[in-house]
Structures are given as C-alpha cells and as structure tokens.
T-cell receptor, first 112, second 113 residues
Framework: NAGVMQNPRHLVRRRGQEARLRCSPMKGHSHVYWYRQLPEEGLKFMVYLQKENIIDESGMPKERFSAEFPKEGPSILRIQQVVRGDSAAYFC??????????FGSGTRLTVV | SQELEQSPQSLIVQEGKNLTINCTSSKTLYGLYWYKQKYGEGLIFLMMLQKGGEEKSHEKITAKLDEKKQQSSLHITASQPSHAGIYLCGADGAQTGANNLFFGTGTRLTVIP
C-alpha cells in the first residue's frame, strides 16, 4: 500500500500562472480532503470530495480555486492566476472508517 | 462551531525529560487524532482515540482522552531528539455536521541533546 501520493512535492509558479496539484488516495479510499498550511500557521480545511462529487467546499476561496476527483485518476486541486499569498503547503488526506485519515507528504507551492 | 486549543504552543525540553501536550475542545470529541509533523514534511499519524477514558501507547508516546471526551493529552516519556517536531491534534467533525478533520494550532517541540 503506497499510502496517499501527492505530486509534485515542490512547485514553483510565477504570478498569474496556473498551479495543478495532484493527489492519489490510498487504495480502497474514496474520500479525499484538501488542506492548506500557510507558513507558521495550522492546517486549514479547504474541500472534501468523493468520486465525481464535491461534498463540502466551505473552506475554498471563492475565486481562482477549484477541485475535482474524477471517476478515473487522481484528485486535482487547481489554482488559477496564482498570487504570492497562495504560497503554502497543500496537503491531501484520504479517509476510510477503519483507517481514519491518512495524509500525503504535501505539495509546497512557491509563487515568485 | 467546534474549536480546538493546544497548549503549550511551544515547548523546549532537555533530552531524557518527560513532557505533556494538551488538546482541549469546546465540544464533545467523537474522534480525536494526534499527528506529528516534521518541518517541511507531511503529517505522521500517531494515534486515534474515540472512547471516554481511552488510553493508547506507542513506543514512548501515550495519548489519553478524558471521560468527558473534551480533553486529550499526549505524553512523551524520556524524550529524544527524534521526538522534535510539531504535534497536532485533530477532531473528527462528522458528528457535529462538519465534513472534515479540523486541527488545533499545534505544539512545537524542541528537544535539546
């Protein structure tokens, strides 16, 4: 079991570019959560998805951010027209009752 | 909404000393998770507690959930430099209608050799 896989580990984007972050949940897990950790701050919930459905996006910024979890393939967190304030570590977690929440190693986004 | 408060915010101990980190909830906890995060890395799962009075141990780390299920503590015995990092408690919000795990502010532990 490879665990929750996130890629890339590090991503550098210029202001105005798009950032695409990928997350493959653990085998057998169909619930995916995205969190953001700003420098020197705690983890903040962004969005919760099940296959092909967004269940809760209450933590997502209203503009420029979107997430999907297609029937096939990884979950994608997409940030359009990135700004310096988007620089953060983005973590994905997958969930299954007996296993609880398992986190990936994160993607560290730097906007220059 | 439910809030989680961790104390202390940071802790510096000499190697070999015992220490305790606390996590207090404003509402009843239905699932309490402890994670450790090393700087620049992901979250490592430590333990999950669900029942009032429950206690779990792994190596030198023991976590407890009080009978009222509003406070959890994480105790490290004979700390080592490898224990250094940020300890996060997370509460399962499913029972309160929140569809996610939400976290306390974290406790930064430094162990001096």
């Amino acid at each position: 079991n490879a665990g929750v896989m996130q890629n890339p580990r590090h991503l550098v984007r210029r202001r105005g570019q798009e950032a695409r972050l990928r997350c493959s949940p653990m085998k057998g897990h169909s619930h995916v959560y995205w969190y953001r950790q700003l420098p020197e701050e705690g983890l903040k919930f962004m969005v919760y998805l099940q296959k092909e459905n967004i269940i809760d996006e209450s933590g997502m910024p209203k503009e420029r951010f979107s997430a999907e979890f297609p029937k096939e393939g990884p979950s994608i967190l997409r940030i359009q027209q990135v700004v310096r304030g988007d620089s953060a570590a983005y973590f994905c977690a997958s969930y299954r009752g007996p296993d609880g929440y398992t986190f990936g190693s994160g993607t560290r986004l730097t906007v220059v | 909404s439910q809030e989680l408060e961790q104390s202390p915010q940071s802790l510096i101990v000499q190697e070999g000393k015992n220490l305790t980190i606390n996590c207090t909830s404003s509402k009843t906890l239905y699932g309490l998770y402890w994670y450790k995060q090393k700087y620049g890395e992901g979250l490592i799962f430590l333990m999950m507690l669900q029942k009032g009075g429950e206690e779990k141990s792994h190596e030198k780390i023991t976590a407890k959930l009080d009978e009222k299920k509003q406070q959890s503590s994480l105790h490290i015995t004979a700390s080592q430099p490898s224990h250094a990092g940020i300890y996060l408690c997370g509460a399962d919000g499913a029972q309160t209608g929140a569809n996610n795990l939400f976290f306390g502010t974290g406790t930064r532990l430094t162990v001096i050799p």
